[in-house]
């Protein structure tokens, strides 16, 4: 039994003997899925921080319009938050993406709703 499967290779020969399905999915790309919208979160990060310091998605996801989020980034942009390599994959994304592409827009009472009932019941 194999306990370490990173260690596991195969010929590509090999592979495709045992798996001809899988092996040509692989090679031609036939099953694949577009991910939109994922961000990574760092594993020390409490939910006071997002209140403390959005981050210029927290901005743009408030944005009702793709021309409001351009406004939010061009600003982020200008005061030295992101960077301008950062600030133009944010626009190509928003340009060929769309703006829900970063998330549901976050409505007024969003962190209310969110953050509240944490917090009072951590309190008490």
Same mark, same amino acid.
């Given at each position: ?16 003997? @045992?798996? %001809?399905?899988?092996? &040509?999915?692989? !090679?031609?790309? *036939? ?5 939109? #919208?994922? &961000? ?10 997002? @209140?403390?310091?959005?981050?210029? *998605?927290?901005?743009?996801?408030? +944005?009702?319009?793709?021309? =409001? +989020?351009?406004?939010? *980034?061009? /600003?982020?942009?200008? &005061?030295? !938050?992101?960077?301008?390599?950062? +600030?133009?994959?944010?626009? !190509? =994304? @928003?340009?060929?993406? #769309? ?8 409505? %007024? #009472?969003?962190? /209310? ?7 009072? =019941?951590?309190?008490?």
């Amino acid at each position: 039994m194999v306990e370490d499967f990173h260690s596991l290779s195969f010929d590509k020969e090999v592979f495709r003997e @045992l798996f %001809p399905n899988l092996a &040509r999915e692989l !090679e031609e790309d *036939i099953y694949s899925v577009e991910l939109h #919208g994922v &961000r990574g979160k760092p594993v020390d990060e409490t939910p006071i921080d997002e @209140l403390r310091y959005p981050d210029v *998605i927290s901005f743009i996801r408030r +944005a009702e319009t793709e021309e =409001q +989020a351009l406004e939010v *980034i061009d /600003f982020m942009e200008r &005061r030295g !938050e992101i960077s301008r390599e950062y +600030a133009n994959k944010l626009r !190509e =994304q @928003l340009r060929t993406k #769309g703006l829900r592409s970063f998330g549901p827009k976050k409505e %007024p #009472g969003y962190y /209310f709703k969110r953050y509240y009932k944490k917090t009072s =019941q951590e309190t008490t």
